[in-house]
Structures are given as C-alpha cells and as structure tokens.
C-alpha cells in the first residue's frame, strides 16, 4: 500500500520571474532570504537598503513585478501580502576563454539564475 500523494497548493496573489539573471544563483538566494515571509511594503524597504549591488536590483525588478500584476488583478492593497515563496535556481552557464601561461587558455564561467517570487494573502 502506498502513501497517498500530499499536494501542496499555492493560493498565490501574484507571481513574477526573472529567467536567465546575470548573476549567480548563491548571491540571489542571500537576499531572497531576507525578505521571504515579510509584506510587500517592507521587503521593499529592506530591498533598497540591501548592500547587494549585484543581486538587490534584481530582486527588487522582481518583487516589483509581482506586486504590478496583482494591482492589475485588482487585489485590494497589494502591499499587505507576504512574500510567501522566493526562490532562485541554477541556469546555464556562459562559457569563455581567457589566457593563461605558457600558452594556455583557461575557462571562465558566467554563471545565470532563475529567479521566482510569488505572493500571497496572510
């Protein structure tokens, strides 16, 4: 007899995502960290007083969005929603070559991500 499947629903208000960010994923998982389970008002504010030059810009276009496409849902107050998922994932991988020694060339990898936030109602 097996387990019955356990389904996990996501009620969500609104959802936005940045494929292909040009950044890595580890860098953007450090600052969705901060604002996951916070409102929408204050994970901005957090947002823009974040010192991630390379992440917090990106993540802020994201929340951003989010928060756009519930207001053309016409949600009443989108601020008062919870960042309730907020995730990054692995893209590809930019490769080139650089020069090294003694006639050697060495790979360099620009590595991207994936980046998801969705809201929802408390």
Known sequence: ????KFEKKYLTAGEARYSHAPMTARKVRLVL???????VGKAMQLLTLTHKPSAAPAVLQVLKSA???????K???PDALVVSTAFADVAGMMKRTRPAPMGRAVRIRKRMCHITI???EE
């Open 1 to 4: 007899m097996s387990k019955p």
């Open 33 to 39: 960290d901060i604002i996951r389970g916070k409102t």
């Open 118 to 120: 969705r809201l929802t």
């Open 75 to 77: 949600m009443p107050d």
């Open 67 to 73: 928060r756009a496409n519930v207001e053309k849902a």
